[in-house]
Each structure stands twice: as C-alpha cells, then as structure tokens.
C-alpha cells in the first residue's frame, strides 16, 4: 500500500474533536482505571520505567502525568558540546536549508516561512541554514530541553490541522509539519537566533512551555504571538523549555554557518536527550 492510501483516512476522521476528546480523557483522575491505562501503555510501547523518578505506575493520578514524568537524576548526561540533541526520539530528516526549503520526505518539501507562520522575515534568518526534525514516539521522554543557552525573544502560536507525525504521513502529506498545529520558539543565542518549533498531532492534548505554561488549548484558530524582549528569559543548554503532553515532533532551526551535524547522526536512527547534536562549523 502507499504511503498516500495509508494516511487517506486521516483526511476524514475527525482529527480535532479526537485530539479533544483524548486530552480530557488523559487528564482524568480515574484511579485504578488510569493505573490500568498506564500499566498497559508501558507494557504495549515498552515504556523503561527504570528510569524514571517515580518508576510506579500507581503513584501517577492521571496519564498526562505518567506521559510527562521526570527522570532521574543523571539519566540523561549531557555531552560536552556545543549543541545537545533537545529530546528523545528519532531523526526524522536533517541536514541543509535550501534556501528557504525543508526536506521533509522524498518528494515532499516545504519552505521556512510557512513553518513560521507566514513570518518572512523571520524566514530570512534561516536562510540556506540547517534543520533537523525529530520524532517522539509514544515510548519516549516527552520533555524538550535546550539545545544550547538562549534568551527567548518570541512565541508564536500557529493554528493547523492534526495529522499524525509519524514516518508514514510524513511521507504521505505534503508539507505535514507546515500544516499541523504548532508553537514556535525563538531564540537568540551566542551563535544567533535558532528556533524550536514544537509541531502538535493528533490526539497531542497539548503543548506546554516553562515560562508560559499551557499553550493549547485553547485553539482559538488565529496566530497568536508573545514577545519577550523586555523580559530576561535565559535558559541554559540542557534545561526543560518545554513537553508534550502525548508525543510528536520537533523541528529546529539554525542560521548558516553556525552547525555542523554530529557525524554519526542519520535519518531514523535513535537519538536520546543530552547527545551531541552538533558543533560550529
């Protein structure tokens, strides 16, 4: 079957009265039902719990509290380098930005401005620069954390649809991750502004920031954006900037001539938070 007969039901299924639904049933305090749900979600995905502070499923009152759990300490060290892989997952694609162009799967691009929002001049930034796309599975950490210290500019919310990030659609929909909800991160950092833009799916209740909290919902279907230029906002490489609350997709970006990928990276392959993601060139 194609990719794009494989994701065809995704274009009639109610995406957003799912996703919904799914975050108010995520959120409930059901007591031994959430702890069924949880015990069976781990077992179903292979979820380590071992490393988790609080490896008990029963201690966790809803799912989205499971699914945003904190590791231990020193579970995920950083390398001594100049740009930290920002999550668990794995690599969807990576490499150069041409011109304005995002590889996105084979026959399918998408361009900067429309991952921004419509924000051509911000586009402009990130011109022939670099990206990298990262997936989370259900089975991974769902934190995001810096991948090298910045001072947050903006945050703009970008209204969208809800397919699913997975490798398939992303082969299957045109410009998937430019189409999808999405909350985008600024920053300007020693090397110049990079952007972290957190991509939403179906049945992703939500996607929170540390210094906003809660973006979405609401989903008021309008672009929304907060500028912090008056704030001092600073976190450091390695610190949480934000989490999913069901899993998805991260894409960042870099100017040109500020990121040479860590060699051993390739598309698929699994990446853990805290790796050497890259160095100056």
Aim: glycine content about 10%; aromatic content about 10%; overall charge neutral.
């Amino acid at each position: 079957m194609s990719d794009r007969l494989a994701v065809l039901p995704q274009y009639l299924i109610p995406k957003q009265a799912l996703t919904v639904l799914a975050g108010k049933l995520a959120s409930a305090e059901a007591g031994r039902l959430t702890t069924a749900v949880i015990r069976w979600f781990v077992g179903r995905y292979g979820v380590d719990m071992a490393e988790a502070a609080n490896p008990d499923v029963a201690a966790y009152s809803s799912f989205n509290e499971f699914f945003t759990r904190p590791l231990q300490d020193g579970a995920r060290p950083l390398a001594d380098a100049d740009f930290l892989c920002p999550v668990d997952g794995a690599i969807s694609q990576f490499g150069a930005i041409e011109r304005d162009q995002i590889f996105q799967a084979k026959g399918h691009r998408y361009s900067t401005t429309a991952l921004l929002g419509g924000d051509r001049e911000l586009a402009a930034r990130f011109e022939n620069g670099n990206f990298a796309t990262l997936y989370l599975s259900p089975r991974d950490y769902h934190r995001i954390h810096m991948p090298c210290a910045g001072k947050l500019t903006r945050m703009i919310y970008v209204p969208g649809a809800l397919f699913s990030v997975n490798p398939t659609t992303a082969r299957g929909v045109p410009g998937l991750f430019a189409r999808n909800e999405r909350v985008v991160c600024l920053f300007e950092s020693a090397v110049g502004p990079f952007a972290l833009v957190l991509v939403g799916a179906t049945i992703v209740g939500s996607m929170a920031t540390v210094w906003h909290g809660t973006v979405n919902p609401p989903r008021p279907g309008v672009v929304r954006e907060w500028r912090y230029d008056e704030q001092n906002i600073v976190l450091h490489q390695g610190e949480e900037m934000g989490r999913f609350l069901l899993g998805s997709t991260v894409v960042l970006l870099f100017p040109k001539d500020t990121l040479a990928f860590n060699p051993d990276w390739a598309p698929a392959g699994a990446v853990r938070m805290g790796e050497m993601m890259g160095s100056r060139p």
